[in-house]
Antibody
Framework: QVHLQESGPGLVKPSQTLSLTCTVS??????????WNWIRQHPEKGLEWIGY???????SYNPALMSRVDISVDAANNQFSLNLRSVTAADTAVYYC?????????????WGQGTPVAVSS | DIQMTQSPSSLSASVGDRVTITCRASQRIDSYLNWYQQKPGKAPKVVIYAASSLQSGVPSRFSGSGSGTDFSLTISSLQPEDFATYFC?????????FGQGTKLEIK
C-alpha cells in the first residue's frame, strides 16, 4: 500500500521560495504508470491542482502557477519535491501531495495528510 | 481551463435521507469526473471515479451518474459518517480543476 508524507517549513517569508518534499513509501518513483501530484487548499476554500511529474521527468503545471513552479523527483530517496518561487500571502494554504495510478485521467487515489504553509514576514 | 460548478454549496440533511449533489463542467469531459469526500483536517478521499465507478472500500450507498457536462453524486441513505464536504474534479485534461465543494451538514 502506497503512503505519502509531506514535509517542509510551515512558514515562508514573502518573495522567498516555498520548498516541500513528499516521501513515498510502499511504491517506487522509478516505476512507470504513476503520476505524482501537488495540490493546495486555501483556508476554508476549494482545491487547486498545482501540477504533476511522471516517470521519466515529464511534467504538467497549472498555467496559473507555471511561471513560478518546479516539480522534481529524487529517485534515490523515493521523494518528489515542489518549489514555488516568489511567494506572497496568496500562497498560504495546506499543500498536499497525491498520486494517480495508471493514466493521468484516473483519480487522485492516494493523498498525503497535507502540510500547512503560511507566507508571512 | 475547464470550470466545474457544484450545487448546492451547502446542504442540511438528516440521517437516513437521500441526497444528491450536482456538478456541471464548462465543456464536455466525457466521463472523466471524480468525486471526493473531505472531513475537517483530513485529505480528500475519492468515493466515485470515472463518473459512476465506486472506489474500492466505499459503501454502496454512494453512487454517481452523468456524462458530458452534467454529473451527480447520490447518497441513498445518509449515515453519520457521511457528513463532510464533497468535491467534484475533472480529469479530462490538465489543469485538473475542482468544484467549489458542497458541505453536507446534519439537520
Amino acid at each position: 500500500q502506497v503512503h505519502l508524507q509531506e514535509s517542509g517549513p510551515g512558514l515562508v517569508k514573502p518573495s522567498q521560495t516555498l520548498s516541500l518534499t513528499c516521501t513515498v513509501s510502499g511504491g517506487s518513483l522509478s516505476s512507470g504508470g504513476f503520476f505524482w501530484n501537488w495540490i493546495r487548499q486555501h483556508p476554508e476554500k476549494g482545491l487547486e491542482w498545482i501540477g504533476y511529474i511522471y516517470y521519466g521527468g515529464t511534467t504538467s503545471y497549472n498555467p496559473a502557477l507555471m511561471s513560478r513552479v518546479d516539480i522534481s523527483v529524487d529517485a534515490a530517496n523515493n521523494q518528489f519535491s515542489l518549489n514555488l518561487r516568489s511567494v506572497t500571502a496568496a500562497d498560504t494554504a495546506v499543500y498536499y501531495c497525491a498520486m494517480i495510478r495508471g493514466a493521468y485521467y484516473y483519480p487522485l487515489d492516494v493523498w498525503g495528510q497535507g502540510t500547512p504553509v503560511a507566507v508571512s514576514s | 481551463d475547464i470550470q466545474m460548478t457544484q450545487s448546492p454549496s451547502s446542504l442540511s440533511a438528516s440521517v437516513g435521507d437521500r441526497v444528491t449533489i450536482t456538478c456541471r463542467a464548462s465543456q464536455r469531459i466525457d466521463s472523466y469526473l471524480n468525486w471526493y469526500q473531505q472531513k475537517p483536517g483530513k485529505a480528500p478521499k475519492v468515493v466515485i471515479y470515472a463518473a459512476s465507478s465506486l472506489q474500492s472500500g466505499v459503501p454502496s450507498r454512494f453512487s454517481g451518474s452523468g456524462s458530458g457536462t452534467d454529473f451527480s453524486l447520490t447518497i441513498s441513505s445518509l449515515q453519520p459518517e457521511d457528513f463532510a464536504t464533497y468535491f467534484c474534479q475533472q480529469s479530462y485534461t490538465p489543469p485538473f480543476t475542482f468544484g467549489q465543494g458542497t458541505k453536507l451538514e446534519i439537520k
